[in-house]
Structures are given as structure tokens and as C-alpha cells.
């Protein structure tokens, strides 16, 4: 069982930049890739990136890429990403994920696909 926890999200003018944080509360963190996904109202769910267990692969999805950065620190079961250049499209409330993998794979995009979910942090750009 793993818990997870975001932080990090608020308000922020186009242009500007947001670091999302998700605590993880197992001592097993490092054996689950990582994701995050984020929900704007009236739309599904969609990936953003995913990280392999020892951050060997990460995948951005294009919506987000040379923007958005990934990135884990195991020894503090957190998962973090650091948001810049931020659009009014990117308003959406986030979700961090976890999904066991026994090797490094990444881009796993489906939603369905991942084991354990947090709360979700809000996260508003505006124009």
C-alpha cells in the first residue's frame, strides 16, 4: 500500500513557474515508477510524465515538453515536478501516481495502468 500526498499547487500568471511535490509513504517508493496526470474541468484525465524507479527514463507528454520537469529523490519517498513557462491551458488540478514496474519503462500514459493515486493539488494560470 502506498499513500500519497501533493503539495506545492496555487495560483500563478502566464509565464510564471510552480513546483509540485508528492510524498510517498512507503519504504518501498523506489520500487514504483512514477507519474503525473492532471484534470481540467469537464475533461479526462491525461498523462504528463512519467519517471522510472532509479529516474534512468522519463517521458513528457508534447503538451508539456521543454517545459515541465520530472524528478524523484528516493531516500525522501518524493516525487517532484517543476513546472515553467506555465499557460492558461495548464490549469488543471494534479495528481501524482504510482505504478510497480519491474524494470524501467516508461510512457505509460493510461491512467488505468497506474496502482495508487493522491488527492490532487490545484494548480490555476492565469492569462
Known amino acids: 500500500q502506498v499513500q500519497l500526498i501533493e503539495s506545492g499547487g496555487g495560483l500563478v500568471q502566464a509565464g510564471g513557474s510552480l513546483s509540485l511535490s508528492c510524498a510517498g509513504s512507503?519504504?518501498?517508493?523506489?520500487?514504483?515508477?512514477m507519474g503525473w496526470f492532471r484534470q481540467a474541468p469537464g475533461k479526462e484525465r491525461e498523462f504528463v510524465a512519467d519517471?522510472?524507479?532509479?529516474?534512468?527514463?522519463?517521458r513528457y507528454a508534447d503538451s508539456v515538453k521543454g517545459r515541465f520537469i520530472i524528478y524523484r529523490d528516493n531516500a525522501k519517498n518524493t516525487l517532484y515536478l517543476q513546472m515553467n513557462n506555465l499557460k492558461p491551458e495548464d490549469t488543471a488540478v494534479y495528481y501524482c501516481?504510482?505504478?510497480?514496474?519491474?524494470?524501467?519503462?516508461?510512457?505509460?500514459?493510461?491512467?488505468?495502468?497506474?496502482?495508487?493515486w493522491g488527492q490532487g493539488t490545484q494548480v490555476t494560470v492565469s492569462s
Open positions: 519517471i522510472s524507479r532509479s529516474s534512468w527514463s522519463t
Open positions: 512507503a519504504r518501498t517508493f523506489s520500487s514504483y515508477a
Open positions: 501516481a504510482a505504478d510497480y514496474r519491474p524494470d524501467n519503462t516508461v510512457g505509460v500514459t493510461q491512467a488505468t495502468e497506474y496502482d495508487y
